[in-house]
Nanobody
């Protein structure tokens, strides 16, 4: 059974930092990443790392502030979030794909086959 288990969300003041973790079990993936969904908004792409070569992609809104990394031994992906802003407030979802980005859009939710339960990140002003 495939599971993605997130941890690390919470409440932080603007300018602060948080680190999210997503531990995967049950199979290996071609990529793992994060989406987020703010109240009243659609779920949006945040970042992803491709397992084969560690190439990463980021949404423009988080470039330079967020960093995705992986721990191969633990089949875990980490999201370090710095310089947080109130507009980063959302439920953050871990996502994993078994598909190739050569054929699928890494920013599309439909590219990802497995999802975590979500973790709340709240940034106060």
């Amino acid at each position: 059974q495939v599971q993605l288990v997130e941890s690390g969300g919470g409440l932080v003041q603007a300018g602060g930092s948080l680190r999210l973790s997503c531990a995967a079990s049950g199979r290996t993936f071609s990529s793992m990443g994060w989406f987020r969904q703010a109240p009243g908004k659609e779920r949006e792409f945040v970042t992803v790392v491709r397992w084969s070569d560690s190439i990463t992609w980021y949404a423009d809104s988080v470039k330079g502030r967020f960093t995705i990394s992986r721990d191969n031994a633990k089949n875990t992906v980490l999201l370090q979030m710095n310089s947080l802003k109130p507009e980063d407030t959302a439920v953050y979802y871990c996502a994993a794909s078994i598909r190739s980005f050569a054929r699928y859009n890494y920013q599309s939710q439909g590219t990802y086959d497995y999802w975590g339960q979500g973790t709340q990140v709240t940034v106060s002003s």
